[in-house]
């Protein structure tokens, strides 16, 4: 590819197409009404952490009241549940703001996040157990929240591996999966053990093609491909991102849509229209078909021939 200026501005680019993994509430309004009013909290004593502690006691208290099934308190609930979404956002932009991020705040917001969806899930399922019995309840409850996870578990791996593919040249993914591997061996123990299930099980169902040579690596204890040897596909996702390709446009959009969050706004907006359990199965149809919309899209792409100078 030519050179088309310094190393930041042929990446300039892809930074911009990459911005459209983000999930689309958090990027059309979530993330620009964090920004609009981060200055005025700079001049408080608020502190990120502050604001974590609120959106997980507004996160719980809005599945206490989803769990009265009262179309009053549902409407309330679903409120509280979006403002709950904002402040999720805002105190990552605070922390950034304030020079204070860090590995304990992130820890503790992932927490939060966690303890909201749980409340979510389990006062919509207490609900329904008085509409629709406690199994099928349960079913539904289950079904959805395990499916809202898998959309999350696809949208960070994608997320990663175009993100370091494009800005890195390699895949940080297949380099985790050889490391987490190689870590095993030197330390085996429970807690290894379960970072390599996860790491296989996240391959085989999402990139199983890549197996064969991941296992190659670490058979041969190489941790990363040699230096200057970038993916396979990385020259040509930049040179699509540099001529705004649509295919790539199409995917990224794609995984931004698969996170388990735009599931759960659609929850919250079933609970405001006093429709949760409607709400329920239109989420749970919606992650199987992003979901396999997703990973057919991604794996397509990332595991396409070369481009020659007559593909455009």
């Known amino acids: 590819m030519a050179d088309g200026g310094s190393p930041n501005v042929r990446m300039e680019p892809a930074k911009r197409l990459l ?27 608020l502190t990120p ?18 769990s009265t099934g009262r179309p009053g308190l549902l409407v309330l609930a679903g409120a509280m549940y979006e403002v709950r979404s904002i402040l999720d956002c ?16 992130r820890a503790m917001d992932q927490t939060g996040d966690m303890l909201g969806f749980i409340a979510l899930i389990v006062g919509s399922w ?20 395990a499916l809202c996870a898998a959309c999350t578990f696809c949208w960070d791996f994608y997320k990663r591996r175009f993100t370091s593919i494009l800005l890195e040249g390699r895949d940080e993914i297949d380099d985790a999966y050889v490391n987490v591997q190689l870590e095993a061996r030197r330390h085996p123990g429970p807690a290894t053990a379960v970072a390599v299930w996860f790491a296989g099980l996240q391959m085989r169902m999402l990139n199983p093609s890549a197996l064969p040579g991941l296992r190659a690596r670490v058979a041969s204890g190489t941790v990363q491909v040699a230096v200057g040897t970038t993916h396979p596909a990385a020259e040509r996702l930049r040179l699509m991102a540099a001529q705004n390709d649509p295919q790539l446009r199409s995917t990224l959009l794609k995984v931004g849509f698969s996170g388990g969050d735009t599931g759960i706004l659609i929850l919250t907006v079933a609970t405001l229209l006093t429709r949760p ?22 794996n397509r792409l990332l595991h396409a021939q070369p481009m020659t100078a007559s593909s455009h």
């Open 90 to 105: 805002f105190d990552g932009v605070l922390a950034r703001a304030k020079g204070t991020a860090s590995p304990y705040g």
């Open 277 to 298: 359990l409607e709400g329920f199965l239109a989420a749970s149809a919606y992650c199987v078909v992003i979901l396999a919309a997703t990973v057919s899209a991604s």
């Open 19 to 45: 911005e459209l993994t983000v999930n689309p509430g958090d990027r059309l309004w979530r993330y620009p009404i964090a920004h609009a009013i981060v200055g005025a909290a700079l001049r408080t004593p």
């Open 49 to 66: 952490n502050h604001v974590t502690i609120g959106h997980t006691l507004l996160g719980m208290s809005a599945g206490a009241l989803i």
């Open 126 to 145: 207490i609900a329904f157990t008085r509409t629709i019995g406690f199994g099928p309840a349960m079913a539904v409850s289950l079904v959805t929240a």
